[in-house]
């Protein structure tokens, strides 16, 4: 029976053999540092975590051997990767002079600069459904002003970090011209998140229509008649008795609006006998998109 020294001597001799050889290359060269700028790497990042933050995305290192060696080196011989696997949510540190640079043998590394990284961990939130908010730009044709501006979808899903949803309220579109136009305009754009640590949950575009309507103009009314609803068959008194109401629409529509086409009353119910200071309302009416009263509050007597 061999001897246990004996087995796999060849093998043995050869590794002698070679570590000798490249003791005896290596013996006259000199020791040189040289410096690499590498990618920073993370890997198994578990699921469900986002990083967050301004992690730095390469690494110098500093590296020492001998100038046979160093001369043959690459960047992509030398590697700098943080193991996420075990990470939680959270701000990390991350000692990169700890194992983390990867080298071949025989080089040193002696100097990571950062020499810490650290990195901001999140879970990842369900997505969040929000509305589409259209970016339009530029002004109309004169005498006319942006109306009604419409999405299609109004709303779409949003993934990405628990903390950065719970601030989204809006995603955006590309923008949509409208200087100089006086009909409406319509266009299918892009929608995007205005968060770099957000996305949408599926690639998006929205079909936006900007109404372009003709400006409002006003028209001021004086001596509106105060008059008063649920009344029950009271006996009352307004001071003033009669207001002044400036209307806002379409031109068409406010020169053929008469004193008699505006409202303006005073809601009685749950009052009895006595004196109030009671707010002022217009009924609405299509002829006016908007509505002022002066003054707002006026005082009744109520018997």
Known sequence: MAHPFARGLGLKVLAVALAVLLRLAVAGDPIVERGFRIPLEFENLPGGVEILGDAPDSVEVRVRGSSGVLR?????????IIPLDSARPGTRLFDMTDGLV???LGVEVTQV?????????DVQGLPKLVPVVPVVEGEPASGFVVGAVTADPAMVEVIGPLSRLGELTHVITESLD???TAVPVASTV???VDDPYLRLATSQAARVTVDIVREPVQRT???VPVQTRNADGLAWAAT???VTVTVFGPPELLRELDGEDVTAYLDLAGHGAGVYNLAVTIDPHRAFDDVTV???VVQVTVQ
């Open 178 to 180: 409208v200087t100089g």
């Open 102 to 104: 990867q080298v071949p």
């Open 113 to 121: 600069i950062p020499s810490t990284v650290s990195l901001r961990l």
């Open 294 to 296: 002066e003054p707002t």
């Open 221 to 223: 009314l004086e001596d």
């Open 190 to 192: 892009t929608v995007g």
């Open 72 to 80: 043959r080196l690459e960047a992509g011989d030398v590697a700098a």
């Open 240 to 242: 003033p008795a009669s």
